[in-house]
C-alpha cells in the first residue's frame, strides 16, 4: 500500500472515531464503540496489523502517530464516560423526584394507658398527704381475701365479691386456698403483721370478679386502697382525707362528696362513698370505706383499744371515666387504638 494511502486511511479512520465516540448517546452505546475502534479485534487493530507491511523509518513514525491517536481515543472515551455517567445520574434524580423540602416521616411514640397515668396521679396526690405506697399479691389466699377481714366461710358478704378460684391450689385450709384477690383489702392484714402502727398506707392493684359486665362494671379493674391507723383517728379525718384528694385530684373542678351507710364486715361503722362532678346530676359510687373493725386488729395482732384507723377502697377505673369522661368502663381494655390514642 502507498504510504499516502496508509495516512490517508488513518485519518479516515481517526475522523470516524472521534465522532462516534463524541456522538455516543449514552453509556451502553459508548461501550459498544470502544470495542468496534480500539477492542482486541477491533478496527485500530486492523491498522497495526498493516504496519510491517511498511519500510524503515517510516514504519517508526507511523507507529508513533498510531501511538499517540490511541491514547487520544482512550482520553476522549474516559471524558465521555464521565460526562454520560453524570448525565445519567442527574436524570435518576430528576426521574425519582427527591423533593428535600418534603418533611420527613414522623416516628410514633408509645404511650401510658389511661389507668396508668390515672394511678399515677393517684399516687402522687396521696404521696403529697404523707401515704406510702404499697403493693401486694394479685393471686392470693382465702384467708387474706377473705377470713382475715371477718369474712369466714358462709358468710353471706361473700356472696357481694364472685370469685375466681384457682382450681389447682384449693384446700380446706384459707391459708392454702387460692384465689384472684377481689379486692385490695386483702393487703389490710398482710401489711398491718408486718408494720407497728401508726401507718398511711396506699394500695393500688388489679382485682377481679367473676360478675357480669356492663357500662360501669368490669371483670378485672383496679382499686386503691387507703389504710391510716394512729391514736385518735376518726371518720372526721376519712372524710377530710377524701375532701382533700377529691380537690387535687379533679383539680379545683367542682366535686360534692356523699356518704351513704355501707356495709363492710371488716368496718364499723362502713359507708359507700358517691361524688358527683361539675354540674352533673349524676351520684357514681367510687368508695367504701369505714373505720377498721375491732377483729381485723386482732387478726393483725394490734391491740384493738389502743389503736384506730380507717380504711377505704375507690374504684380506680371510674376515677378514670370521671377524670376523662368516659362512659363504658370496657373500653380501657378493648385494646382499641382509636380510644387509646386519645389520651
Ligand atoms: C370493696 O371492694 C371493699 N374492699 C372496699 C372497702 C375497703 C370498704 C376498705 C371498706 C374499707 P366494693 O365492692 O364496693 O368494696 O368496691 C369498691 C369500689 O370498687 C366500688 O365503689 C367501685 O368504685 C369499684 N368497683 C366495684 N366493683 C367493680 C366492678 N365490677 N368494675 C369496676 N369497678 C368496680
Redesign the pocket.
Known amino acids: 500500500m502507498a504510504i499516502g494511502n496508509f495516512e490517508e486511511k488513518i485519518s479516515v479512520f481517526e475522523k470516524e472515531a472521534k465522532e462516534a465516540i463524541n456522538q455516543a448517546p449514552d453509556l451502553p452505546r459508548l461501550e459498544a464503540i470502544k470495542v468496534k475502534y480500539l477492542g482486541r479485534k477491533g478496527e485500530f487493530n486492523n491498522l497495526v496489523k498493516e504496519l510491517p507491511g511498511i519500510s524503515g523509518d517510516l514504519r517508526a513514525h507511523i507507529g508513533r502517530r498510531l501511538n499517540s491517536l490511541r491514547s487520544d481515543l482512550e482520553t476522549l472515551i474516559g471524558e465521555k464516560f464521565h460526562k454520560l455517567k453524570d448525565e445519567s445520574i442527574e436524570k435518576q434524580l430528576k426521574s425519582e423526584g427527591i423533593d428535600i423540602s418534603i418533611p420527613g416521616k414522623g416516628v410514633s411514640f408509645g404511650h401510658l394507658h389511661p389507668l396508668t397515668k390515672v394511678e399515677r396521679r393517684v399516687e402522687d396526690i396521696f404521696k403529697s398527704l404523707g401515704f406510702s405506697i404499697v403493693f401486694g399479691p394479685e393471686i392470693e389466699s382465702e384467708y387474706y381475701n377473705f377470713d382475715a377481714l371477718n369474712i369466714p366461710k358462709d358468710h353471706p358478704a361473700r356472696e ?2 364472685d370469685t375466681f378460684w384457682l382450681k389447682d391450689f384449693r384446700s380446706e385450709d384459707p391459708k392454702k386456698n387460692f384465689l384472684l384477690r ?4 386483702n393487703m ?1 392484714v398482710r401489711y398491718m403483721e408486718k408494720n407497728n402502727p401508726p401507718l398511711r398506707i396506699i394500695v393500688p392493684g388489679r ?1 377481679y ?1 367473676y ?1 357480669a ?1 356492663d357500662a ?4 378485672q ?1 383496679h ?1 386503691v ?2 389504710l391510716m391507723i394512729d391514736k385518735n383517728i376518726s371518720m372526721v379525718n376519712l372524710k377530710a382525707v377524701f375532701e382533700e384528694f377529691f380537690k387535687k385530684f379533679f383539680d379545683k373542678k367542682k366535686v360534692e362528696i356523699r356518704f351513704r351507710p ?1 356495709y ?1 364486715p ?2 364499723e361503722p ?1 359507708i ?2 358517691d361524688i358527683k362532678l361539675g354540674d352533673s346530676s349524676k351520684w357514681l ?6 373505720m377498721a373493725h375491732p377483729k381485723v386488729f386482732r387478726a393483725a395482732r394490734y391491740v384493738p383499744g389502743e389503736w384506730q384507723g380507717f ?5 380506680l ?2 376515677l378514670a371515666m370521671l377524670y376523662y369522661g368516659i362512659n363504658d ?1 370496657r373500653l380501657f381494655y378493648s385494646g382499641d387504638f382509636r380510644f387509646l390514642k386519645q389520651f
Open positions: 357481694m365479691q377481689t379486692q385490695t383489702s389490710q382485682v370478679r360478675e359486665t360501669s362494671h368490669e371483670i379493674f382499686q386502697e387507703g355501707g363492710f371488716f368496718v362502713g359507700e362513698v359510687e367510687v368508695a367504701g370505706a369505714g380504711a377505704f377502697g375507690m374504684g377505673d371510674r368502663i
